[in-house]
């Protein structure tokens, strides 16, 4: 998936609904639909990640969250898309400000997410994790 183009939901297995986030002053926070999945073609092309949309621009792509930043490839080729209309983005439109509190939480929900889908689908499907034939 090349930056900026949109990623295509036929290889994605799991669906979150819209929820809402309860920042550290109480302050709820909507973020759109989680869709988490894997691709094969990520996963030989060595990609993991998370692709954030703000008011349907993606601000970015393959974002490592928690357990993918760990110097393994055992996470190669789950992907995800969010839309969080709700962030701040820089001015350039190239990131979100990282020291925004509502990006932490954004940050801290989709790594809980990634590591649900992580232990219930793929340590779960042998064909998913059976290392690259020989």
Known sequence: VKYGEIISMDDFTRVIPPTSLTLKNGEEMEVGE?????????????????????????????QR??????????????????????LDPVNTKLEFKSTSIKYQHVLQYL??????????VIENTPTVTNKTER
């Open 34 to 62: 989680l869709t988490i999945g894997f691709k094969e073609e990520e996963k030989k092309a060595g990609l993991c990640g998370v692709f954030i949309y703000w008011k349907n621009v993606v601000i970015t792509s393959y």
């Open 111 to 120: 790594k809980n997410q990634m590591m649900k889908y992580f232990t219930n």
């Open 65 to 86: 969250v928690g357990f993918m930043n760990q110097n393994t490839d055992k996470y190669n080729g789950i992907i995800a898309k969010i839309q969080c209309s709700n």
